[in-house]
Structures are given as C-alpha cells and as structure tokens.
C-alpha cells in the first residue's frame, strides 16, 4: 500500500460541479492499493496515518499527529500510484484491479473511522474522474509504503501485528 500524505489547511474532491468531500485542517491523503496488498497492509497504514507527527502545535515541531489534534483526514483512491513507465506511457499492473480494490479501499476508510472518529474521516468517490483541491500547508507531503519482504523470490507483505502493537505502546 502506498499513501501520499499531504498536510492541509483544506482540502476538497469534487465530480463534476457537485462537492464529493471537504475537510478543514488535517490530512490529504491519496490511496494507491498494490494488487498483493491485505488486510495487514492496511492496518500498518491507518497505524502510520493516525500517528505520524507533521504537526508543529506552539514552538515545538514535529510533535503532534491528526489524532492528537483531533484533526481531519480526507482520502482519495489514487491507482496510478503504483504506475510503471514503459517508455513515455504508464502502465498500472501492480495497482489492485476495480472491484477487489473498491472493497479494499472501503474496508481501509471503515478501519480508518472505527480507529479515529467517525466524523473526522472524509472519503473521494472511488473510480471517479475527480478534481482534488488542497491548500498544502507548509507544505509538508511525505510517502508512506507499507513494509515488504522478499520470500523466495516473491514480494510478500509483512505480518505487521508487532510493529503496530510496538508503535502503539510508544
């Protein structure tokens, strides 16, 4: 899985003239879901997303995450995340197909509500030609990749249980 995190004073995702989602200080947050990513990849990720400290409250920087401001997170599904170039053209083979990605990515926002509150987590609309608007502020963007390993030969996804029990006890 693969997050673009961009820190906002605003954010918003339209479809045409009608507004999707909006949210006020917080995180924008584009969602790119690799065709062998699971449940484990997900759950490291909203661990990451709710805690990661980009927020600088008084003098002291770096210090604070969205959830100990009780601030705002919009995603937006992103496949062209995981493009490959072949030549000038991309190629999206290790991005998620449709379907399974629509559910993957519905199963991430839920996971992301249940772990924060509810109305604090904003979504785009999944497989839509969308206009994502932000004010960055900083700015501040930072990618996040969940964690893989190599298995003979093949990538495979980590079982990320411990790390994120570990970060939590931090």
Partial sequence: MRCIVQ???QASVSVGDQ????????????????????????NWMVNKLL?????????????S??????????CVSQFTLYSVLKGNKPDFHGSMKTEPAREFFTNFVAKLRTSYKEDLVKEGSFGNYSAVSLVNDGPVTITL??????????TNHVNH???VEEEKQN
């Fill in 7 to 9: 820190r906002v004073s």
């Fill in 19 to 42: 507004l999707v989602s909006s949210i006020g200080k917080g995180i924008c947050v584009l969602v790119g879901i690799h065709k062998d990513d699971t449940e484990a990849d997900a």
């Fill in 161 to 163: 249980v411990k790390e």
């Fill in 65 to 74: 995450s969205v959830k100990d401001l009780n601030l705002e997170i919009l």
């Fill in 51 to 63: 805690n990661l400290r980009i927020f600088s409250p008084g003098e002291d920087r770096w210090q």
């Fill in 145 to 154: 990749d969940s964690p893989k390993i190599q298995v003979k030969g093949k």
